[in-house]
């Protein structure tokens, strides 16, 4: 039962060019968002988050879109660059619960070539 | 700032024999995790620990994996017996409380290759 799905596992964007990366969710009951990147051999790091009370939140160069009623988000990379490349995770939580744990989906390569 | 430390970073072994990884969260961080990353999907929650008290292990497959965090800082998570579908990147992650805005903060993880 997979509850956070990302549907392409790849994507490559020539440098900047814009990037979006998508995610979509089942669970209804989630109210947090988060992208997470992760180069080889490294952990996943955070990057940023929404909550479901906003429709977008934008951090430099990131801005994530949070469509409610089709249980969707993305993340768009403006602009894209070679460093950028890496594994895009998405996850959803509920806040407020009675623990903050992460629901992962399968990731997307981005790749951006220069 | 140090962040979370993990050994060994890769280990292989032969199925049924026994595995176990260490975890040191960074100073401060009252909550750690253990997640399982297999190749192709996304890291899967394990265990939560809040200080040295289990929060979640739902996910635990408990009659062959086991965790512990004595003192409340560091932990470790063994495997015993390890099975084929065990291989994959055991990742720890820690953060100052259970608070969503308290970010996860995760290790470079141990991948585990069983044969």
């Known amino acids: 039962d997979q509850q956070v799905k990302q549907n392409s596992p790849s994507l490559s964007v020539q440098e900047g060019r814009i990037s979006i990366l998508n995610c979509d969710y089942t669970?209804?009951?989630?109210?947090?968002f988060l992208w997470y990147k992760k180069y080889p051999a490294e952990g996943p790091t955070f990057l940023i988050s929404?909550?479901?009370?906003?429709d977008k939140n934008e951090d430099g160069r990131f801005t994530v879109f949070l469509n409610k009623s089709a249980k969707h988000l993305s993340l768009h990379i403006v602009p894209s660059q070679p460093g950028d490349s890496a594994v895009y995770f998405c996850a959803a939580s509920k806040y407020g619960g009675a623990t903050n744990k992460l629901i992962f989906g399968t990731g997307t390569l981005l790749a951006v070539q220069p | 700032e140090a962040g979370v430390a993990q050994s060994p970073r890769y280990k292989i072994i032969e199925k049924r024999q026994s595995v176990a990884f260490w975890c040191n969260p960074i100073s401060g961080h009252a909550t750690l995790y253990w997640y399982q990353q297999i190749l192709g999907q996304g890291p899967k929650l394990l265990i939560q620990f809040q200080n040295n008290g289990v929060v979640d292990d739902s996910q635990l497959p408990k009659d062959r994996f086991s965790a512990e965090r004595l003192k409340g800082v560091d932990s470790t998570l063994k495997i015993q017996p390890a099975k084929l579908e065990d291989s994959a990147v055991y990742l720890c992650a820690s953060s100052l409380s259970r608070n969503m805005d308290n970010e996860q903060f995760f290790g470079p993880g141990t991948r585990l290759t069983v044969l």
């Open positions: 669970n209804s009951m989630f109210d947090y």
């Open positions: 929404i909550s479901s009370i906003k």
